[in-house]
């Protein structure tokens, strides 16, 4: 259910602003949507772990904030992202 560290260094790679950039919300929604990927087909198959569930929600949550945030203070990098990770909004 988690991610591996090779996937996440990918994940830094493809979405880092600039060279030693690995928390920037980019990366930070890039890793959440990654997440919240793996726990949705995780709950596809154990639909009773309620536990996960509110993880899961947990995670939606916290990258909607950074989702919010991105798009108060820069617009196209909001829309960029959206459009790089097919989230829908």
């Known amino acids: 259910m988690t991610i591996t560290i090779e996937r996440k260094q990918e994940l830094i790679e493809e979405y880092k602003q600039g060279d ?3 928390g ?21 198959t154990h639909k009773k772990d309620f536990s996960t569930r509110r993880g899961l929600l ?9 989702l919010d945030y991105l ?3 820069e617009p196209a ?13």
């Open 71 to 73: 798009k108060k203070h």
């Open 20 to 22: 030693g950039d690995t």
């Open 58 to 66: 947990s995670l939606v949550s916290r990258r909607r904030r950074l």
């Open 77 to 89: 990098r909001y829309i960029d992202l959206l459009q790089r990770l097919g989230i829908r909004k």
């Open 24 to 44: 920037s919300a980019d990366v930070q929604v890039a890793i959440l949507t990654e997440r919240i990927n793996n726990l949705t087909g995780h709950l596809r």
